[in-house]
């Protein structure tokens, strides 16, 4: 007679995600509320460091700003969302790109903002595990008082 012999625990449990919302590229910070929201944590984040007598070039301060704003977003989701997400799971990675993907930044600004936003205190950040799971961002308490306000 065959006996159906499982593990009380699979190895796969152990690998399980917690519930996390994906990054979403083209969620966009809207209404003047939420975009004053999110240029004030702009203005929270470090510039990059460039030599002195020169001031940051425009398009990468634009490029910067709408990373940050569609960062926001996302993180507000998460923060407010009733399906009580974990954190965000972003995809870091350069990669090719396909008609598909946003051009207004690219993974390396968003991988700084994110640096920036967890040396600052906003979010933290769980590094990713090659081939199993994305970087985690996950708001912090002070990311949740700000948005209170």
């Known amino acids: 007679m065959l006996e159906l012999i499982l593990s009380p625990k699979r190895i796969a449990d152990e690998k399980a995600l917690p519930y996390v919302r994906h990054y979403d ?6 209404g003047d509320n939420l975009i ?3 240029d004030r944590f702009f203005e929270m984040l470090r510039s990059p460091t460039i030599t002195e007598e020169r001031k940051p070039r ?4 634009e490029r910067r700003k709408r990373c940050v704003r569609t960062l926001v977003a996302n993180l507000l989701v998460v923060a407010l969302d009733p399906a009580d997400y974990v954190g965000l799971a972003v995809p870091l990675r ?7 993907d946003r051009r207004a930044f690219t993974a390396d600004v968003l991988r700084q903002a994110i640096k920036d936003a967890e040396n600052v205190g906003l979010v933290l950040a769980e590094e990713a595990v090659f081939k199993e799971r994305r ?3 996950v708001p912090t308490s002070r990311f949740r008082q700000l948005v209170a306000c």
């Open 25 to 30: 590229a083209w969620l966009a910070a809207g």
């Open 36 to 38: 004053a929201l999110a």
């Open 58 to 61: 425009a398009d990468a301060m």
């Open 94 to 100: 350069n990669a090719g790109g396909t008609r598909y």
């Open 135 to 137: 970087t985690v961002v």
